[in-house]
């Protein structure tokens, strides 16, 4: 079991930056793929970002391509965030999760990922 808590959302202006992270616990050590999604009132759960064990590749929305950063210490179990020139469009509860994922197509698919947070709102005002 892998336990996930999200933080560092809130609320920021139009073009601003918010730096999420997120804190594993439990079977860390399981050589696991991470990743970010977020859904907003009324729509599905979209994929955001995600990044492999060893953080050596990285994937991303093309919505946010240019704009997020994720990154991960497995030294200090945690993965992040960087989103920066936040657009309204960016609203939503952010989630992380983990899974056992290794092909590079299955990054982006909600159904490979067996462990959640519990979410984090992360609102952007015009």
């Known amino acids: 079991q892998v336990q996930l808590v999200e933080s560092g959302g809130g609320l920021v202006q139009a073009g601003g930056s918010l730096r999420l992270s997120c804190a594993a616990s439990g079977r860390t050590g399981s050589g696991y793929a991470m990743g970010w999604f977020r859904q907003a009132p009324g729509k599905e759960r979209d994929f955001v970002a995600a990044?492999?064990?060893?953080?050596?590749?990285?994937y991303y929305a093309t919505s946010v391509k240019g704009r997020f950063t994720v990154g991960r210490d497995n030294a200090k179990n945690t993965m992040y965030l960087q989103m920066n020139s936040l657009p309204p469009e960016d609203t939503a509860v952010y989630y992380c999760?983990?899974?056992?994922?290794?092909?590079?197509?299955?990054?982006?698919?909600?159904?490979?990922?067996?462990?959640w947070g519990q979410g984090t709102q992360v609102t952007v005002s015009s």
């Open positions: 990044i492999t064990w060893t953080g050596t590749s990285t």
């Open positions: 999760a983990a899974g056992p994922i290794f092909r590079s197509v299955d990054y982006d698919a909600v159904r490979r990922y067996d462990y």
